[in-house]
Antibody, heavy 123, light 107 residues
Framework: QVQLQESGPGLVKPLETLSLTCTVS??????????WGWIRQPPGKGLEWIGS????????YYNPSLNSRVTISIDTSENQFSLNLKFVTAADTAVYFC??????????????WGQGTMVTVSS | EIVLTQSPATLSLSPGERATLSCRAS??????LAWYQQKPGQAPRLLIY???YRATGIPARFSGGGSGTDFTLTISSLEPEDFAVYFC?????????FGPGTKVEFK
């Protein structure tokens, strides 16, 4: 079955770029028309959708609160998709999850999740 | 942008009791609403999609209802493993959005 695994630095300096990768195993990222997503959760708080990208990489949607700082890309050759968040501040400290919706060609609901990776923004 | 609110913020109950959680949308989301359960240190788990359909492997004690702007998640008889935080999420429109969550805690 499909599994997701986030990877990337656990510590990022303020105003630098947070870069995370989600590796998909158990299936090809390019074989089915899913919107692959990123969601984050600050410590002790709720879930925030960051953005989603179509399996072809041709379409992406972002949270308006992050829109100017976020980019999601897809690398079918590596079976991965990635998150870049620029100019980070302490408010971007969170557990970052990658996820896949249960339904093709739809933005949610997410039924497959990575385990999450904690990213701390600090100098 | 669709805003979701959840009530109550905290629900204090005992095992065996019935839990009723509410999610309200700022505008109609039809039945494009999902519910998740999250335990400490874990990723969320999808419980309900399309307002009332149980996801794979979810026990029958979990049920969802509602349409438009008002939704409920009901746990008919709480098991010890059900004490967790529950989030709703809409997928009618981009941007996707989550509710702030309801914590079901031991009374």
């Amino acid at each position: 079955q499909v599994q997701l695994q986030e990877s990337g630095p656990g510590l990022v300096k303020p105003l630098e770029t947070l870069s995370l990768t989600c590796t998909v195993s158990g299936g090809s990222i390019s074989s089915s028309p899913y919107y692959w997503g990123w969601i984050r959760q600050p410590p002790g708080k709720g879930l925030e959708w960051i953005g989603s990208i179509y399996y072809t990489g041709t379409t992406s949607y972002y949270n308006p609160s992050l829109n100017s700082r976020v980019t999601i890309s897809i690398d079918t050759s590596e079976n991965q998709f990635s998150l870049n968040l620029k100019f980070v501040t302490a408010a971007d400290t969170a557990v970052y999850f990658c996820a896949r919706p249960r339904q093709e060609n739809a933005g949610g609901a997410f039924d497959i999740w990575g385990q999450g990776t904690m990213v701390t923004v600090s100098s | 942008e669709i805003v979701l609110t959840q009530s109550p913020a905290t629900l204090s109950l005992s095992p065996g009791e019935r839990a009723t959680l509410s999610c309200r949308a700022s505008q109609s989301v039809s039945t494009y609403l999902a519910w998740y359960q999250q335990k400490p240190g874990q990723a969320p788990r999808l419980l309900i999609y399309s307002a009332s359909y149980r996801a794979t492997g979810i026990p029958a004690r979990f049920s969802g209802g509602g349409s438009g702007t008002d939704f409920t998640l009901t746990i008919s008889s709480l098991e010890p493993e059900d004490f967790a935080v529950y989030f709703c999420q809409q997928r009618l429109n981009w941007p996707l959005s989550f509710g702030p969550g309801t914590k079901v805690e031991f009374k």
